[in-house]
Each structure stands twice: as C-alpha cells, then as structure tokens.
C-alpha cells in the first residue's frame, strides 16, 4: 500500500485521540501521512480506488516508549530483583563487562522486533553503545530517537570532550526517519559541568534532552543530605561530592537551568515538597516506567502530586535488565502491558487519558505534537490495528485493560507487521 497513491483504510472504531471515538470511520493516507479522517458515510465520496476494509477492529495511532535500553533487551531476567539499587547497578556493570558490539547490536535489534510487536512505532531509546548507529537504525522501520548517554564520574572524564564527542557523533549521523539527541546517565553519573554543557548544546541545536531523575532513595538522600550508601560508594570511586547535600535532584536541576519543555526526566520515584510544581512551572516531561519501578520495589510512584501540579506524563519500558521473569518466563519488551499494570495502579484516569501516557503526551514530550501520537490530518500515518468488537463507547477502556489482539501496525503508510486480511 505504500507509494504515492492514496489509500484507505475502513474500521467499525477508529481512535483519533485529538477528537472522539468514531464509528465505522475510515482514514485516508497520501504518502505516508493522513490526508482526511471521520465516518466512512462522509468520505466514501472522496475515497480513493484503494480502500481496506478492517471489519470488527480498532485502529489508534501507534504507541510512543518514551524511555527504553534497547542495547540491554538480551539482559531479559538475567539479574534477579536486587536487595539495593547499588546491587543492580554492580550486576549490570558485571555483565556488560562480558559484551562485545555483537552482543549490543543483536541486544537491540530484538528488542526493537519486541517493540514492534507489541505496537509500539516510536521509541526514545537510551543508546550506551553509538558505534551501534546508524546501521540499526537502518535495520528496523521503527522511528528512534537515540540519547547518546553521557557519563563522567572520575575527574579525568573532561566533561567538554565528552559532550563535543557526542554532538559530533549525532551531527555526522544521517537525517531520516530516525534521529539523537543527548542524554546524560544521571544527576549521580554526571557533574554540573557536563550537565551545563549538554543544556547548552541541546539548546542550540534544538534536542530533547533525557534524564533519570531522582530514580533511587539512595540517589535522593545523597543530593538532600549528602549522605547514604551511595553517596559512599561515589566518593570511594573518585566521583567529586560538593554538588551533594544542598538539595532535591529536582531543585538541583532546576538551579543548573536543566528543566524546560524539552527535558525528559525519567523516574522521579522521590520528590521534595515543591518539586512537582518546578517541573510544572518549566513544562519539564516525567516518564514512569511501571514494570521496573515494581522490580525494584521503589516507593510509590508520585503520580497524584505530578498529576495535580499539570506536569506532562509518560509511560516507558526501561529495559528488561530491570525486569523480572514472571512463571519462569523472561519478560519482553512490551507497551501495554506498562500501561495495564499503571492502571492498575493509578485506576483514576479515563480511559483516553490513560491512552494518551503512551500516545500524544510522549508525542508532545519529543516536539511531534500533531506529527505522531494522534490520528489527524497531516500527521505521519503511524497506525496500530486491533482485533476488537468494541464500540465507540468502550473502544478505549478495552485498549486499555485488556491484552489487545494487533492485527497489523503501519508506520509512515507501510504495513511493517503483517497488514489484516
């Protein structure tokens, strides 16, 4: 179906999720984007020769992951729930010490076929490994933003060579469906350096910038007090403490001038009493990523405070080195199973708003509000088909609470999974 030639595509629900369900409607789609979409009675007039008929199905924009570790998806259930935060990360560091460029390589590339799967068409991935682009970005028709990861602990880590390296890499790197941005580790992995630096830079360049932001009680207690094992461990590693003690990882980011529309922060498991509203006032992103933030037995998410202060929310995947087998099982990468166990959690929302943690919100997060994440006229046709006998009235509480049956998922007007009969 992909080309030049219109098409159409017919479904008892479509969910725009910019507008109201809509019964038997169709969407109409000119190289690659949406040219019209309504009820089929309105367009059958205007419809193109072409016209795909999806019967008993709903068809929703394809889901956004707004934080994802593509490189560590072979990790799938290698490293049991850990006693501390400090244990996990000692596991990781111990297994990736074992890994060569194959191992990462193969690592993403079944993750990205889990994504896909799973319906999801777009993923801010967290890229530990950029020798990996641009060839995987070539070998999945997933659209990727790729973080380069900054980290610099030890003194002899020049945070400007590190962040010069970086833009480099992402300057020399080809323009397409996929793109990167920077991504420094952590306030724990960084400095205020690198931190200015990296702002600085994506700034002028226009980037999203990501971040795991207040992820672990150990990570809050060393900025809050400068105090607590890892704070410990840190010093013992020759990292420099003077930014510790003084206070929250969100205040400390907002004291660096780090939190804007265009910053991602990942976790924020912790918040100090006014947090919620600096993220707010700044138009910052926090992205919650459900199955991992069970794994590691993190305090409840702050999804009420961050909710009611108007701060942009989203939904990730993490990686599945931070995930447990289940039945014996090793867990895969997968969308809506986040937003099923967050709902399960967090049962207040309406189903369209649950909907959009992993559709417009991460859109907007990623400067494509009106590209991706909406069914609506001009936006990329990134579309997911579900087997359903929903109605317009129920459509989206299914999507939501139930193991959908994908059909088939499109991006850019192809079919990348195998389209419905």
């Known amino acids: 179906m992909a080309g030049t030639k219109p098409f159409a595509l017919r479904a008892r629900v479509i969910l725009p999720l910019s507008q109201p369900a809509i019964e038997d409607g169709a969407v109409f789609v000119l190289k690659g984007r949406i040219a019209a979409i309504g009820r089929w009675r309105d367009l059958r007039r205007k419809a193109p020769a072409r016209v795909h008929d999806l019967g008993e199905a709903v068809l929703l924009p394809g889901l956004i992951n707004a934080h994802c570790h593509l490189d ?17 990360i000692e596991a990781i560091i111990a297994i990736k010490a074992a890994w060569d460029y194959s191992d990462y390589a193969q690592s ?24 990996l682009l641009p060839e995987v970005w070539t070998a999945t028709p997933l659209r990727v933003v790729s973080f380069l990861e900054l980290i610099s602990v030890r003194r002899r880590q020049r945070p400007g ?25 952590a306030l724990y992995t960084t400095n205020p350096e690198l931190l200015k630096l990296a702002r600085r830079a994506s700034h002028r360049a226009r980037w999203p910038l990501s971040m795991h932001v207040a992820e672990s009680a150990l990570e809050f207690e060393m900025f809050r007090r400068g105090s607590g094992a890892m704070f410990d461990w840190l010093r013992k590693n020759g990292r420099d403490m003077a930014d510790c003690g003084l206070r929250s990882p969100v205040q400390q980011l907002a004291a660096l001038k780090i939190l804007d529309p265009r910053f991602l922060a990942v976790h924020v498991n912790h918040l100090a009493p006014g947090d919620a509203d600096l993220l707010a006032r700044a138009c910052a992103t926090v992205v919650h990523c459900p199955r991992s933030h069970a794994y590691f037995r ?16 989203c939904l990730g995947t993490d990686s599945l080195a931070s995930m447990a087998k289940e039945n014996r ?73 139930t193991t959908p049956s994908i059909a088939g998922v499109m991006i850019g007007g192809e079919w990348v999974t195998e389209p419905p009969p």
């Open 108 to 131: 993403w590339l079944n993750g990205a076929k889990q994504l896909l799967r799973s319906g999801c068409t777009t993923v801010a991935d967290i890229e530990a490994v950029p020798e």
């Open 329 to 401: 099982r090793k867990p895969e990468l997968d969308l809506f199973a986040e937003l099923r166990a967050f709902a399960a959690q967090h049962p207040g929302l309406a189903p369209e708003e649950f909907l959009d943690l992993v559709t417009r919100n991460p859109a907007a997060a990623l400067g494509e509000r009106g590209r991706l994440g909406e069914l609506t006229r001009r936006a990329h046709a990134d579309l997911l088909v579900l087997h359903s006998e929903a109605t317009p009235d129920t459509a989206a509480a299914a999507v939501v609470h």
């Open 72 to 88: 560590y998806t072979d990790m799938a259930g290698a490293i049991p729930p850990p006693r501390s935060f400090l244990d996990w």
């Open 298 to 313: 993190h305090a409840p998410f702050p999804f009420a405070e961050l909710h009611a202060a108007g701060v942009n929310l």
């Open 161 to 185: 060579a590190l962040v010069r390296q970086a833009a480099r890499k992402i300057h020399e790197l080809p323009v397409g469906r996929s793109r990167a941005a920077l991504s420094p580790h």
